[in-house]
């Protein structure tokens, strides 16, 4: 995905943690945040509600991409029932092209 961004000419940067990634994207105030929601650390789930429930990250869209068909369902049902929330969230399921990657980060931003 990295080299793939870069190759369209987006700035990246990437975290392994995801402990670290509400810190960093509060300091950061990305353009746009894509996250895998599994994490070895901690859930995505838990890295999107931070940053959804902080009025200085909440406006940052944010692409949630997992293989995972029960968080999926339980991330697109948090969308569904709570638009306002989690305005800007959008969900996409692997396998992915990475040129749906691309569209959706192109109409995001």
Do not use: C, W
Request: proline fraction near 4%; charged fraction near 30%; charge should be negative.
């Amino acid at each position: 995905m990295r080299r793939v961004l870069e190759d369209e000419q987006y700035q990246v940067s990437i975290l392994q943690e995801g402990k670290d990634a509400f810190a960093t994207a509060k300091s950061m105030i990305p353009d746009l945040l894509i996250l895998d929601l599994k994490l070895g650390d901690m859930s995505g789930q838990e890295v999107l509600k931070q940053i959804k429930s902080d009025t200085t990250t909440a406006d940052i869209p944010v692409i949630v991409y997992t293989a995972a068909v029960l968080e999926a369902e339980e991330v697109s049902r948090s969308i569904e029932s709570q638009p306002k929330f989690y305005n800007d969230v959008h969900l996409l399921r692997k396998p992915f092209e990475l040129t749906a990657l691309l569209d959706k980060v192109e109409e995001l931003l």
